[in-house]
Each structure stands twice: as C-alpha cells, then as structure tokens.
C-alpha cells in the first residue's frame, strides 16, 4: 500500500524553526518526485515546494523563498522540509504528496499524506 | 502567477442530482488542470488529472471538460460520501495554483 506519514509539527513562537519529515513506504520513492502543500485554517490548498526525485530540480512558492528548504533522504524514504523564520501566516497542516506527473515541474499530487499541523503564535 | 477561480464556493444538493463546478484560469493553462476531492480531516484525493482523465478506482459519476481557460466539474448522480471540498488545480506553470475549492453539501 503507497503511504505517506508527516510528522515534525507543532507549536512555535514566530521568527522559530521546525523541521517535518514525510515517511514514505510502498512505492520507489527514489524515483519519485515530491511536493509539499499546505493549508491554513479555513483556507484553501497552497503549494509550498517540489523537489525532483534526484534532487536536480527544485521549487519554492514565493511566500516561503529563502526561509523554508525542501530535500530528501532516497536512502530513508524521506522527505524533509526545514522552516525558518516562521511567521504567524505559516500556520497550517503541511501535507507531503507525491508527484505522479514525472515531469521536469510539478504536476498533479498523487497520493497525500494525512498531514502535519504546524501553529505559529507567541 | 496563474489565478484560479472557482464557482460556485459552495452548495448544496440533493442525492441524486447532478451537481457542476466551474473553474477559470487567469490566462490559459491548456489541458493542464486537475480536480481534488478533500474531506474534512483526511488526506486530499486525486480524482481527475490532465482535464478529463479519471484516476484509478474514482466511480464514473465524476467527470471533467474544458480547455484553456475554462473548465468545469461534474459528479452525474450526488452520493452522500461526495460531501467534501473540491479543488481544481493547474500546472502549465510554476507554481502550480489552486482554486479556491467548492464545498458541496446535501440539501
């Protein structure tokens, strides 16, 4: 069964840092890409980075550029997403997703993980 | 970036009734545009990739159409397990960009 499983969120003062990870499990992950989207509350979905499957080629939406960094570990399974300098508006549920279009960009988000919430507040 | 813009951004329906969601790009995206089911609670799900092309196992009351800018979402016959939120996405540019989602309730 292809699973994904987010972990690393929680409660932290802004201008902080949190690092989640995504577990990934019955699929070739190394030749996967992925993405990472969120969604805040009572908002709609936002895509926030991709990251191909060899690391060559990655993304960032302009609201997190130079604060959030996207890699991954092919030997762990894993996907990372390093958050620095949160600030209130990143408050969210931080969804990993694979990327099932297999092209140079991202495409569409197949499957999701069940997500990780992440609370910016003093 | 490409803006996406959906309607209606909610409903409600009865079982049984077709139900339509439209979603418009900001400038053309061609047949780059997918459709999301999410529930409350759980994991966002794939249901159309590329306009009109059902992912494995979604039942056949879900369709998709449209090019360019324009694009519409159509479930045939409402069932009670499509309450949820929809979102129609695009990908012909970086980043890709949601809509603003449809939430879909029974009348």
């Known amino acids: 069964e292809v699973q994904l499983v987010e972990s690393g969120g929680g409660l932290v003062q802004p201008g902080g840092s949190l690092r989640l990870s995504c577990a990934a499990s019955?699929?070739?992950?190394?030749?996967?890409?992925m993405n990472w989207v969120r969604q805040a509350p009572g908002k709609g979905l936002e895509w926030v980075s991709y990251i191909s499957s060899s690391t060559s080629t990655i993304h960032y939406a302009d609201s997190v550029k130079g604060r959030f960094t996207i890699s991954r570990d092919n030997a762990k399974n894993s996907l990372y997403l390093q958050m620095n300098s949160l600030r209130d508006d990143d408050t969210a549920v931080y969804y990993c997703?694979?990327?099932?279009?297999?092209?140079?960009?991202?495409?569409?988000?197949?499957?999701w993980g069940q997500g990780t919430l992440v609370t910016v507040s003093s | 970036d490409i803006q996406m813009t959906q309607s209606p951004s909610s409903l409600s329906a009865s079982v049984g009734d077709r139900v339509t969601i439209t979603c418009q790009a900001s400038r053309g995206v061609r047949n780059y545009l997918n459709w999301y089911q999410h529930k409350p609670g759980k994991a966002p799900k794939l249901l159309i990739y590329d306009v009109s092309n059902l992912e494995t196992g979604v039942p056949s009351r879900f369709s998709g159409s449209g090019f360019g800018t324009d694009f519409t979402f159509t479930i045939s016959s409402l069932q009670p397990e499509d309450i949820a939120t929809y979102y129609c996405q695009q990908y012909d540019n970086v980043p890709p960009t949601f809509g603003g989602g449809t939430k879909v309730e029974i009348k």
């Open positions: 997703a694979r990327d099932d279009y297999y092209g140079p960009t991202p495409g569409w988000f197949d499957p």
């Open positions: 019955g699929f070739t992950f190394s030749s996967s890409s």
